[in-house]
């Protein structure tokens, strides 16, 4: 049960404050352990058909899903009881759950006695009742028995449990109005951080502010280093002081995005008036990131950071509050004073942060934290999607699900048995599924029924036996279970936006079994539907036709185009007429490759960088340049290469050096590294980064234009040369930068090439010496 979602501030004509009573008992009635140990939870369908069930095996006078409103004070609590009966007097609250009764949590049942007890009163001061039957029904999904606890309360216990409840709740409530009061006078005379705005930074700040203001999506192409974090943040502080917002959520590709937001939010918390409210702001990481003790179990018999978690929460959360700027390493040092878990500690505070930082996976990914949180609470968020061009790649694998044999075999060998049985069907199901196969790699446009309904038993028998002895709910079972139910999920609304692959690989244990998601448009569309408004912005987001169409944002999205503070004079553009990196020329490419890099380094000795298509391609040409050019420093990029190792990469790249980096196109060098003046001078792209043409490739070329009408252009061209141009874009940084491009293959003179690359680059045709049919 998510906590008590943030209060707006209370309307200015009543004064009411208005919570839903699940909000109302998670803050306040929660207590004991934090315990993670897996119990399998129904879907929320599940549940529906659950609630349905029981509702329909009561008599004649029964009453379901009653709506309630009562008030304390200032509070105002609503919500609906699953059943009721007038006379004699009684309430129930329905819940589902699968396996062992007795596996569910003590906090978890004193969280739903809350809430019947609740309703109870609500029930008694609607309809004077002196007293009430307040009813717990448990639901066990695999047998359809109910499991049936009451209380006997009379209508003054009801009506105390319920104030002690509104009075915990109030105070916070008054506390958070308070702030939020306050909070937007402060952001309404929240000024511009600078002087002045850069160029084309004003023109994108107003476009976002109107995308919120209207309840519209925008897509934001905009050059590096005009400040366009800021220049999205800034626009949404001042939307919400216009009443418009609840949050803001600033969503990042990668990690190194996060302190470039946080920097922002630190200058425009500076901004603020003495005195003035600051927005609280929030930094999500990853639970692998933050657990302070990777080697314990999340619950209070492992971890002594989960055990009285719930107990110490409250005065955590009120610290947290105070301190407004929660980045990981501030909500850490708040969460070990209270001896909390930090992890969940920051899931806590995205109720109570104004703005909150994280990665795409916690609002798109079909099991988001923010999204499901969002949506439960009912928030008002504007979204910023930065790099946006990443998140078609990202999209992909969040609704992919991919079944490994080898995870199959493990899982069958160690099993129970329960369990081992229904895996040995699916085991059977799986052989039938490739017995026909004779190439390496098949795609199929549907998944068989049998071995689909025999993953969902095998997934059923995996859960009961979880839910009875949930210490067992680790390794390779559990592993490949969790990926079981990802692909059964997937498998249920398995359509053309997606494929059925199958892999033989070398060895039995090597079989692969996948659902590829090719379209994510499908899956998205919602996540851009529930938003006030979504910003995508990237330096690469054209053309914003094949963006819009992938990712699924709306028809009337608002498209903006902010032209380059750049101009020509600063970044010479070459195109070699005498290169051809297609893939049957690369090996005779490498003499003019290497030659090209030698001449520019000899005119114009500094640091520059080489991207090529493949590590094997970039091996080759480093290998001709080196021993043509035994004298220049290079340093490479190598397959699998360690944190550490990428660092030290980009060091080599100081401030007057000389050398050649290589590096494939694509990879962890071709964006979001920041190399200004002297640092970078110069560029050599030997490729058009045209994905592989392969046979998922095709597929994707074929639905992509089954759908959009434009499979080549959406499948290989467009990608390919986004990658050019993010890697180009490492070049020039600043106004005050100067370099050198060279475009090393003669397809980049063809007009249709040329009218995809940036506006401002005058792209000069050269190398005519072994110039071909290059038009071909």
Known sequence: MAPASSTPPPDAASAVCVVSVKALCAFGAKAGDLDLRFVPAPSALEGMAGHALVQGRRGGNYQNEVSLDARHGALRVRGRADGYVPDPPRVEEIKTFRGDFDAIRGNHRALHWAQARVYGWMLCDQHGHAQMTVALVYLDLATGEETVLEEQHTREALREHFESLCERYSAWAQQEADHH??????LSQLAFPHQSFRTGQRELAEAVYRAAAGGRCLMAQAPTGIGKTLATIFPLLKARAAGKLDKVFFLTAKTSGRPVALDALRV????????????????????????????????????????????????????????GWLDRQALRQVALQHTVCPYFLAQEMAHWSDVIVGDYNYYFDGSAFLF???????????????????????????????????ALEEAHRIAPAPVRGPLARLFREWDTVQQSQTDNYETADEIPERFVRALQAANTAMAEYFAAKPEAAQGPLQRFFFDALHFARLAEVFDDHSVFERTLGITQQDRTLA???????????GRFADAVSVTCFSGTLSPFAFYRDAL???????????????????????????????????????????????????????????????????????????ARHPGVPVWTQTRGMLEADRHGFIARFEEGGQGIGFAVLGGAFG????????????????????????????????????????????????????????????VIRTEEDRGVLHLLDDRFART????????????????MGRARDALL
């Open 181 to 186: 009061g306050a909070l937007d006078r402060t």
């Open 268 to 323: 425009l918390g500076k901004g603020c008036a003495a005195g003035g409210a600051q927005p609280r702001v929030l930094e999500l990481a990853a639970r692998e990131k933050v657990c302070e003790y990777p080697d314990r179990a999340c619950n209070g018999d492992s971890c002594p950071l989960a055990k009285g978690f719930y107990d110490r929460l409250p005065a955590a959360r009120i610290e947290a509050a105070q301190t």
């Open 552 to 626: 699924g944002l709306p028809p009337d999205t608002a498209l903006l185009d902010v032209a380059s503070p750049f101009h020509s004079q600063q970044l010479r553009v070459e195109v070699a007429m005498d290169v051809s990196t297609r893939f049957r020329d690369r090996a005779g490419s490498l003499g003019n490759v290497a030659g090209i890099i030698g001449a520019q380094f000899e005119r114009m000795p500094g640091n520059y960088l080489a991207f090529f298509s493949s590590f094997d391609y970039l091996e080759s040409a480093r290998a001709a340049f080196s």
């Open 515 to 525: 659902i590829r998601n090719l379209v994510p448009a499908p899956f998205l569309e």
């Open 671 to 730: 964006e979001g590294i920041d190399l200004p003046g002297s640092r970078l001078v110069g560029a050599f792209v030997a490729s058009l980064g045209l994905p592989q043409y392969n046979a998922l490739n095709e597929i994707t070329r074929e639905r992509m234009q089954s759908r959009f009408g434009k499979g080549y252009e959406y499948t290989y061209l467009y990608p390919g040369l986004q990658k050019v141009v993010q890697a180009a874009g490492r």
């Open 752 to 767: 249709e090439i040329r009218e995809l690359l940036p506006r401002w680059w005058h792209v000069e045709v050269g190398g």
């Open 372 to 406: 499901a949180t969002m949506k439960d609470a009912d928030w008002r968020v504007a979204v910023l999607v930065d790099e946006a061009h990443n998140l078609l790649e990202r999209a992909r694998g969040m609704y992919t699900a991919q079944l490994e044999g080898g």
